[in-house]
């Protein structure tokens, strides 16, 4: 895994949004990593405008965050709001 991601950020991640280190399934935990990750990737790509592969992956971690955030909005409004507030998601 990438440097930035340890697995004590990991746990502490999915303690927050998850409810507990050990609920890495749930959907809020599985937001809040790939926000962890599109972040890190953007300021990569900020700095390496030419890595292709990087860019195509970061565009497949979006594309699967909002294929997620529309199942949460389907499924539950509430949560859905909370979680693009706590990430500052949305604008």
């Known amino acids: 895994m990438a440097v ?3 697995s004590a950020k ?3 991640l999915f303690s927050e949004f998850g409810g507990s280190a050990a609920n890495t399934g749930g959907t809020e935990s599985q937001v809040a990593l790939m926000t ?3 972040n890190e990737l953007s300021k990569h790509l900020q700095i390496n405008a ?3 592969s990087c860019r195509r ?3 497949t971690m979006v594309g699967q ?5 529309h199942y ?3 499924k539950d409004i509430q949560r859905y709001r909370e979680i693009i507030e706590k ?3 949305r604008k």
């Open 4 to 6: 930035y991601l340890t």
């Open 10 to 12: 990991k746990n502490e």
């Open 36 to 38: 962890l990750r599109i």
């Open 50 to 52: 030419k890595d292709n």
């Open 57 to 59: 992956a970061l565009l």
């Open 65 to 69: 965050r909002k294929r997620l955030l």
């Open 72 to 74: 949460l909005m389907k």
């Open 87 to 89: 990430l500052g998601i």
